[in-house]
């Protein structure tokens, strides 16, 4: 089985939406598990009203949440309900019930009966930075970085399920070159680019040389805009996946991309299948 583990609703859409999509009709079991309640996350649907809609955030998020995963076939939803942190630098990302301020012991314990009890071949969350370094992001790598060497382990939180042990685990990725190419296409068509107009000054996107698998979701594009769509309060009409016609994403941008952490199984990468090497 897949399984991931994101910061809050939506990071599951956005960063491997496809690839659940991918993975689901094929019939392999997947889950996912959402760290945070996303109660900081600023509001973009404008016919939802900030007063009526900020106190139910938490409750608003988790529906959509429940909605995107079932669009994807997620077989699976965990929802942790931890308190968002908000953005990096943020005073809230001090407040003691933050997911950033729980102390990791607690977090790895659930994730481990989580994992031990899906028993899943192959594990995604973020890299060390969080891919862009929110807190909330940086806390679920460590968290599961460390659930997945635990879980493995009888003498490691004995009272939460049978050892179980991970054979794969992927950060996901998002190529640096793809980011040229969403600013070159941007501007060629006369958009606005979500990361600017200047290569140069832009620090997201994983170096090429890191990418060590790239999964064809070019039949998933559909569906991973309708979950993105169930996202109403995060996801707006501009949002980038949004707005380019679905034939162009098929053509220019039909891959999920994701970084190797770790293996215990062999791999001969570059890889086009997140269980390359484990045996059926």
Not at 236 to 246: C, K, N, Q, S, Y
Request: glycine share 8%.
């Amino acid at each position: 089985g897949l399984l991931a583990v994101h910061a809050h609703a939506d990071d599951e859409t956005i960063t491997m939406g496809g690839t659940f999509a991918h993975y689901a009709s094929l019939g392999v079991r997947t889950a996912n598990v959402c760290c945070t309640d996303g109660r900081l996350a600023t509001i973009v649907d404008p016919t939802m009203v900030e007063e009526e809609v900020r106190p139910r955030l938490r409750e608003v998020r988790h529906a959509e949440l429940t909605e995107a995963c079932a669009i994807l076939g997620v077989g699976e939803l965990h929802w942790l309900g931890y308190h968002d942190s908000g953005m990096e630098g943020a005073a809230s990302n001090r407040e003691p019930d933050s997911f950033w301020t729980t102390p990791l012991d607690g977090i790895v314990e659930r994730l481990v009966g989580i994992i031990r009890d899906f028993r899943p071949d192959v594990v995604v969350t973020y890299d060390a930075h969080g891919a862009y370094g929110h807190p909330d992001h940086v806390q679920a790598h460590r968290a599961t970085l460390l659930a997945v060497e635990a879980a493995q382990h009888a003498r490691v939180y004995p009272e939460v399920g049978k050892p179980w042990r991970v054979s794969k685990l992927y950060y996901t990725a998002f190529a640096r070159s793809s980011v040229l190419k969403i600013i070159e296409f941007s501007r060629m068509a006369g958009m606005e680019s979500p990361f600017g107009d200047d290569p140069e000054a832009v620090e997201f996107g994983t170096p090429d040389e890191l990418i060590t698998a790239r999964i064809d979701c070019s039949e998933q594009i559909a569906v991973k805009r309708r979950a993105l769509q169930a996202h109403r309060s995060q996801i707006a009409d501009d949002f980038p996946l949004m707005r380019v016609p679905e034939e162009m994403l098929r053509e220019h941008f039909p891959t999920e991309h994701y970084s190797l952490a770790l293996s215990r199984v062999p791999v001969n990468p570059p890889e086009d299948d997140l269980f390359a090497g484990i045996a059926g």
